[in-house]
């Protein structure tokens, strides 16, 4: 028998699947890796670099930089896990009224409290506010959303992974994503053994979504790997590029997937933050629901959501929704199940949801602290991401396209053909294959503290180069990330001119 | 192009990834949806059910059952969430001085505070205080663990997830699980395309691993399916069996594994929950790191835990951790890779995890309350484990194994003859293909309003029937569950003999 059993073994002694061997995701990977290596030697004293602290620019995380959380939605996320201070007078007399009404309100909904697993899609009260909250953001076109087409889902991220494993079973099924793209999208399709079906977007024109391109990457995908594409994922505001989508556009879109019966997939984590007067933020739903028939009734939508961006920034709490639009009855059953299988998606990420989608109104207590607040964050990322695409755009070898909307700016690298040489030397003496940006990026990170992650990590257009930096960084720290860049870059023209 | 375009639809309007569609998930499966409408029929004054609410005896949620939760964790959560509360004098001295210090040193060590991303594995502090859980509990056997090898996750499912990802590629892996199991694996198994290689557990010797037949097991999967199995699932505390393993048994599991090449998947979320006072839990890495060499240094063991369970039952918090031990390498590097990609489990239940895995200890100001919080809430599970076992066990057509462990039980089901026939003669007219567990299920519901989970959801030797209930229900609601399953199965009897 045991000749038996040796032959089924792994060839190897660490049998892996391949799937997940072949996923990347750079925004966490060999940058941020070595950057945490660097924070370790720091904080130890360990070897000799040129700083004493790091900027981590590689992740949108708000509050790990400085930014506050709103008071409020702190207040009521507290008592409802300690229901026994709403029973201490002394306590409630400490707190505004309206965060004690709150949390008494949610308790009572909740019935359970925030100790026990959820319906599937989550508590009813938190995807009430949800469905309120699109309702309005909306303006009342077509039918209104309904607790039954609303998920709560920790973080946005759980949202694209079941919408993903739904359309995608294997090499016959492709996803249309956008280059560059947020790489939690390859990462997935890799894992589900898909196929990538990439459109690119124009970085001269601001980073815009050529619709007239679709077709032609949906014919090139189906010619060159013989899968299908089921979904298309546009992510608006842009990550990493920062554009905000029109109107015009997305009814392109929209067409484009009624015509071949794809899922639309509609990132929409940032839909808080533009930027740029001159753009507004429109839902794909509000789009959808107000074209004619037949794309107002049949095209298949899903709206994807998030507490982790926005004002809110509350990354921690992996909170987050998905809206369905027009799925059909065969697919929502899977959903539902799916959704069964992971449980529930954490309450105290369902009721920061709630909260996101319920803040304070004029006439509450709270209601001028929470403005304050919120007008202050807002315009804090308002005035760094103008700051950040003039300063990195006026460095040598860097253009930087506006960021209208988002978290990030995605300037493009122009380097002396030098810098290209010697990368490929270094590679070949370390026995690795790092790309020029990412030696670009290692670089950076090793001579200044600053981690960016370099445009290979997106997806970009072949022989360009960029990296991706936030905009969350506070101004004293943004202008040494300024400054860092624009020495590097001056460094390697002087030395590679 | 149309005309490509229409060749390269789905054949259905509806494409949807046939792994997904096969994947089945009992516990929020068909009872428990008929038990909701049934639910929102009461609510809305609708139907007529001889029963005016219901009792969900399907889920391991305490605290939708009235369990409490622990005080000082609660206190512990509100005030790191609301760190302005620890500036207010006045709130601070109506607190505990012990849950205001633990806040101010989980705020100090996290730097962040509960709304940033963190590590892609969690907290440093959190993991530490697993780490030093652990070593307490495995009494110092072999090497200590370190955080480097825990890594903090939403709920157990997670791992189970991003192990069974790493191992299962498709149809030529396998992974070895206890029937009956909790479906999570079976459901996860199916999404990954990977092959199920049961092993029974012996429901005569109180449901116990018969590891003399995990060769056999092993051997059948191979010769019938051609894949490898690649993990050994065990569930200790069993679920749904509640079966407490025994050291010698689980040696036996480790030899197998190791000698093979498999990874020992430990499912031990039930851990605390161990009711026998015959019976101990020892964890799988005290019994690995307890044997000789090479098994202590090779056998490749993931150890999961929850803050669903034990006596915390924190659900809704969705935290738990798995830790690593004897990984090679390059397994560990995807295993961050995944991590990675998830970003990191929600704050909220990487402090419930610190906070289970550290209590308040003898001699700090909250030790008294947690003690008496702590041993009221064992000794209720501890008295309707026994309760349960036993009343089941004098119940017509049912026999009923000791509940050493765990929170269900999992009664064996006899029935007349008469039952099956009508099942099927029923499924003809309804145009279904219910079990006749399922059909049991149902049936009992909709006469009592009682929600069990049949026993073919978690399986089962073919020709025997079962069904789990849990041990949750406090002592009034508990009594009204055995009324109904009496009354309902001497009706059955009586119809039927």
Redesign the interface.
């Known amino acids: 028998?045991l000749r038996?059993?040796a032959r089924?073994?792994?060839p190897t002694?660490?049998?892996?699947?391949?799937?997940?061997?072949e996923?990347?995701?750079a925004?966490?990977?060999l940058i941020p890796s070595r950057a945490?290596e660097i924070k370790a030697d720091l904080a130890a004293g360990r070897g000799a670099y040129p700083f004493d602290s790091l900027v981590y620019c590689n992740?949108g995380?708000?509050?790990?930089l400085g930014q506050m959380?709103l008071?409020f939605h702190?207040?009521v996320?507290?008592?409802v896990?300690?229901p026994?201070?709403l029973e201490?007078a002394?306590?409630v007399a400490?707190l505004p009224a309206d965060a004690v009404a709150r949390a008494r309100g949610y308790l009572a909904a909740m019935g359970?409290?925030?100790?026990?697993?959820?319906?599937?899609f989550g508590y009813s009260f938190a995807r009430a506010a949800v469905a309120a909250y699109i309702n309005e953001q909306d303006r009342g076109v077509g039918p209104a959303a309904t607790v039954e087409n609303i998920c709560l889902t920790?973080?946005a991220?759980m949202g694209v992974k079941v919408f993903l494993?739904?359309?995608?079973?294997?090499a016959s099924?492709a996803v249309m994503i956008p280059m560059p793209q947020y790489p939690?999208y390859s990462?997935?399709i890799a894992?589900?053994?898909g196929v990538k079906a990439p459109y690119y977007l124009c970085e001269t024109e601001g980073w815009g979504m050529p619709t007239s391109g679709l077709?032609a990457a949906?014919?090139r995908c189906?010619a060159e790997s013989g899968a299908?594409p089921?979904v298309l994922v546009c992510i608006n505001p842009g990550n990493p590029t920062g554009n905000v989508l029109e109107r015009c556009v997305m009814e392109d879109a929209v067409r484009f997937c009624h015509?071949?019966?794809m899922l639309l997939l509609a990132d929409e984590v940032y839909q808080e933050n533009v930027y740029d007067p001159l753009r507004q933020f429109v839902s794909f739903r509000e789009v959808v629901l107000g074209m004619p028939a037949p794309y107002c009734t049949e095209t298949m939508l899903v709206s994807l959501h998030s507490t982790?961006k926005g004002v809110i920034?509350?990354?921690?709490?992996?909170g987050g929704y998905f809206c369905m639009t027009n799925l059909?009855r065969?697919?929502r059953e899977?959903v539902v199940?799916?959704c069964?299988?992971?449980?529930?998606?954490?309450?105290?990420?369902q009721v920061m949801t709630a909260l996101m989608c319920s803040p304070p109104r004029e006439g509450d207590v709270s209601y001028a602290l929470y403005r304050r607040e919120y007008d202050g964050i807002f315009s804090d990322l308002k005035e760094r991401a103008a700051l950040l695409a003039r300063e990195l755009g006026a460095v040598r070898g860097l253009s930087c396209q506006p960021v209208e909307g988002a978290m990030y700016a995605f300037p493009r690298i122009t380097l002396p053909a030098g810098y290209g040489v010697r990368n490929e030397e270094l590679n070949a003496k370390e026995g690795r294959q790092l790309a020029v940006d990412t030696r670009w990026a290692l670089e950076l990170l090793e001579s200044s503290g600053v981690v960016v992650v370099p445009g290979s990590g997106f997806g970009q257009e072949p022989g360009t180069l960029h990296f991706r930096t936030t905009i969350l960084p506070p101004l004293a720290q943004m202008e040494r990330v300024l400054r860092a860049i624009r020495e590097f870059q001056n460094g390697i023209f002087e030395r590679h001119a």
């Not at 920034?313 to 992996?318: D, I, L, V, Y």
Request: proline share 4%; hydrophobic share 35%.
């Open positions: 028998m038996r059993v089924h073994l792994a002694s660490c049998h892996l699947n391949p799937r997940v061997v996923a990347e995701y925004v966490r990977g945490d992740i995380n708000p509050q790990s959380p008071t702190r207040q996320m507290a008592l896990d300690a026994f201070m201490d002394e306590i400490r359970t409290g925030t100790g026990a697993y959820t319906e599937s920790d973080g991220s494993q739904l359309l995608v079973g294997g099924d939690l990462a997935q894992l589900l053994g077709a949906y014919e189906v299908t089921r015509e071949r019966g982790s920034g509350e990354c921690g709490r992996r059909p065969a697919m899977q199940k799916l069964s299988i992971n449980l529930c998606a954490n309450v105290n990420g």
